[in-house]
């Protein structure tokens, strides 16, 4: 299980993360199980090898056995223990995959959020401008009448000078909000 959880770490993408932390909570489950019964095994053969218990309990045993018996014991549990690192290898991977995902995630994040700026600084202006000339009440170059005297007497003038106005404007805020990106 130790070897698939390995596997999978690399394999597996955003809709099966659940199911690695699954298993690879089963396996961690699984080695503390291994761990638990065979530790006391590792411990009495090691203790059946020192020659004073040996000789008390199982005296016609032969050395030779009792230390092929703790080899093969010590091999049991030293694989425990490399199932156990590579697990937390595997971990700190996946962990450490998730992060990368999240960090692309934030990047993609924050350039749609640079693009939204750089339109809206275009008419954040053009609206502030249209909202001033749309209020009800005089503004330079607006028509008063046929009788009444105009500081600022023509209309095309005054158009073009509000258009150059709202474009200056919308020029400045769109190099000021994109300066920062």
């Given amino acids: 299980e130790v070897q698939n959880v390995e596997s999978l770490v690399f394999q597996l993408g955003g809709a099966s993360q659940t ?6 909570q ?6 503390m199980v291994y761990r638990s019964r065979l530790w006391p095994k590792s ?9 004073s218990w ?5 005296g016609g ?7 092929d018996i703790n080899d093969h014991v010590s091999r049991m549990v030293d694989l425990l223990s490399l199932g156990q690192s590579t697990l937390e290898q595997c971990q700190n991977i996946f962990v450490a995959k998730i992060s990368l995902e999240m960090t692309e995630q934030s990047n993609q994040l924050s350039d749609s959020a640079a693009r939204a700026t750089a339109v809206f600084s ?27 005297e105009s ?3 023509n209309e095309y003038w005054g158009f073009l000078i509000i258009l150059v106005l709202m474009i200056l404007s919308a020029v400045f805020t769109y190099k000021f909000a994109t300066k920062f990106t």
């Avoid at 411990?43 to 020659?51: A, G, L, P, S, V």
């Avoid at 609206?127 to 749309?134: E, K, T």
């Fill in 151 to 153: 500081i600022f007497g």
């Fill in 19 to 24: 199911e690695l932390l699954q298993r690879l």
């Fill in 54 to 58: 040996r000789q008390r309990f199982l």
């Fill in 122 to 148: 275009v008419f954040l202006p053009l609206s502030f401008w249209a909202g001033v000339f749309g209020m009800n009440c005089k503004v330079p170059f607006q028509y008063e009448g046929i009788d009444a």
């Fill in 61 to 67: 045993v032969q050395q030779q056995f009792w230390n």
């Fill in 43 to 51: 411990t009495m053969t090691h203790n059946f090898i020192n020659e």
């Fill in 26 to 31: 089963i396996a961690r489950n699984w080695l």
